[in-house]
């Protein structure tokens, strides 16, 4: 990828999940973009434990999204959107 992108696009940096969200806002979404071996959403849950967001409470949804899943990811959107909890939607892209 470095060779046709450039190095700017093919090195790794570190995020801060909390500043991310702090630049946010209530109706904004946060997409995250990853590389193989990158996975954020350990950050995710830290920065929701800490603010009152967690799969215990009921107000944390994360769905892996994948054949059959639709109406699963449907349903948590509808709850998530209407009381306003956090929802990850994670989709694996394979290359064929």
Same mark, same amino acid.
Request: a negative charge.
């Given at each position: 990828? /470095?060779?046709?992108?450039?190095?700017?696009? &093919? /090195?790794?940096?570190?995020?801060?999940?909390?500043?991310?969200?702090? /630049?946010?806002?209530?109706?904004?979404?946060? %997409? %995250? #973009?990853?590389?193989?071996?990158?996975?954020?959403?350990?950050?995710?849950?830290?920065?929701?434990?800490? #603010?009152?967001?967690?799969? /215990?409470?009921?107000?944390?949804?994360?769905?892996?999204?994948? !054949? =059959?899943?639709?109406?699963? &990811?449907?349903?948590?959107?509808? #709850? &998530?959107?209407?009381? =306003?909890? @956090? #929802? $990850?939607? !994670? $989709?694996? @892209?394979?290359? $064929?």
């Amino acid at each position: 990828m /470095e060779e046709k992108l450039g190095a700017k696009y &093919a /090195e790794s940096r570190s995020l801060d999940f909390s500043v991310s969200y702090e /630049e946010s806002g209530r109706e904004t979404a946060i %997409f %995250f #973009i990853l590389s193989p071996g990158v996975d954020p959403l350990k950050d995710v849950e830290k920065l929701g434990h800490k #603010i009152g967001f967690s799969v /215990e409470q009921e107000n944390f949804h994360n769905v892996s999204l994948g !054949q =059959g899943q639709e109406s699963v &990811a449907e349903t948590a959107l509808d #709850i &998530a959107a209407r009381n =306003g909890h @956090w #929802i $990850v939607l !994670q $989709v694996r @892209w394979r290359r $064929v």
